[in-house]
């Protein structure tokens, strides 16, 4: 008869792995909170954050050329950010009833007037999701860089940091999502460009870290027949008036024609 193996190393190994799986979940806690959750002092956490966590004070170029055109322009400030209250942020989930809101105003007191809705990164995920999710229907959208799905843009981030994607991404989206409120695997911006019906310009970035070209095709393909992609070949995460100010002027150019178009032909 064969001895048995001994069961203290056996249950030692679990013991152990037990822990360290409930070690990495709160480490993938605490860093969830961190980037969704800015500091007391109003200040935001640079880097790999910064694109979500700005005001609207960094457009006011993007304003100034929307107003040289003749349009008028309303600038929101998401909450947690700038003159909003609140210190965390869903990365677009939440915010898209922020954008539904926005617009929601705006229709009460200018109701014929043609609607066109402007974001970058986090503000044009939320676009998506006020399109998707809250039957908000713009006229013409410009979307900047917009991320395909939460868990894709948290493991572009995670690997500029220099950590491996798989798990901590997943990990780092599940906690975001359970400590806002929200699935966090179900926030697809790429899903949510399927409900948008109206001419779109779709902006990506070759040199862009945090939405690869890839990703941004995803979504481009999902935009429907009324939407272009146009992708920068010297451009990153910034804006395309600050690093392509031709093609954003022949681009915008090209979308409120077809937008009047677009008006012209529904109004018929």
């Known amino acids: ?30 860093h969830a909170r961190a980037f969704t959750r800015f ?20 457009l006011l170029e993007i304003a100034a050329d929307f107003q040289r055109r003749g ?3 309303w600038l929101l400030d998401f909450r947690g950010g700038g003159g909003s209250t609140g210190r965390e942020t869903s990365v677009g989930w939440h915010e898209a009833r922020d954008v539904a809101a926005a617009v929601h105003h705006i229709r009460q007191q200018h109701r014929l007037v043609p609607l066109l809705l402007y974001g970058h990164s986090m503000g044009a995920a939320a676009i998506l999701g006020a399109v998707a999710r809250e039957q908000v229907r713009p006229d013409a959208l410009i979307l900047e860089r917009p991320f395909n799905s939460l868990v894709d843009t948290v493991g572009n981030r995670v690997r500029m940091m220099g950590l491996p994607a798989f798990p901590v991404a997943q990990l780092l989206t599940f906690w975001g999502g359970v400590q806002q409120g929200f ?59 600050q690093c392509a100010p031709g093609a954003w002027s022949d681009g915008l150019g090209m979308l409120l024609a077809a937008m009047t178009d677009n008006r012209g032909k529904a109004a018929h």
């Open 1 to 30: 008869m064969l001895p048995r193996p001994p069961r203290r190393p056996l249950r030692w190994i679990a013991g152990v792995l037990a822990g360290l799986l409930v070690a990495l979940n709160g480490v993938a806690w605490c």
């Open 39 to 58: 500091a007391d002092s109003g200040e935001r956490t640079p880097a790999v954050e910064e694109s979500y966590a700005g005001s609207k004070d960094g």
């Open 71 to 73: 349009l008028a322009v």
């Open 183 to 241: 699935n966090g695997f179900a926030h697809r911006p790429v899903d949510d460009a399927k409900a948008v019906r109206c001419p779109t310009l779709l902006w990506l970035g070759r040199q862009d870290r945090r939405v690869t070209v890839e990703q941004g095709h995803a979504i481009g393909d999902n935009l429907g027949p009324l939407a272009t992609t146009f992708v920068l070949p010297d451009c990153g995460h910034e804006s395309t008036l």
